[in-house]
Nanobody, 116 residues
Framework: VQLQASGGGLVQPGGSLRLSCAAS????????MGWYRQAPGKQRESVAT???????TYSDSVKGRFTISRDNAKNTVYLQMNSLKPDDTAIYYC???????????WGQGTLVTVSS
């Protein structure tokens, strides 16, 4: 499985960005996709996940502001981020998980900077 993340950038507080993560390869092994983020000096944290049945989870810090979704035809997962705050500044990593093989795959990070 290969994951290609895109969509990061610089945005002002209160603004919006949409991240994309396109999966390729043995995608039939994937059960869950999602996003983690890591801010400078902090541990990596889970932001949002979505299963193949479209069950979603969110961290408390982004609930109500971020929305994760998927387009199965494009093998792509999106993270719509609204009402962005400076605390959302981080490198965002896309990942995919196989329950059967107990394996995680990671995409390259994409930097999101929220600053005026």
């Amino acid at each position: 499985v290969q994951l290609q993340a895109s969509g990061g950038g610089l945005v002002q507080p209160g603004g919006s960005l949409r991240l994309s993560c396109a999966a390729s390869g043995a995608i039939f092994n994937i059960n869950v996709m999602g996003w983690y983020r890591q801010a400078p000096g902090k541990q990596r944290e889970s932001v949002a996940t979505i299963t193949t049945s479209e069950f979603t989870t969110y961290s408390d810090s982004v609930k109500g502001r971020f929305t994760i979704s998927r387009d199965n035809a494009k093998n792509t997962v999106y993270l719509q981020m609204n009402s962005l705050k400076p605390d959302d500044t981080a490198i965002y990593y896309c990942y995919a998980r196989s329950w059967r093989y107990s394996t995680d795959w990671w995409g390259q990070g994409t930097l999101v900077t929220v600053s005026s």
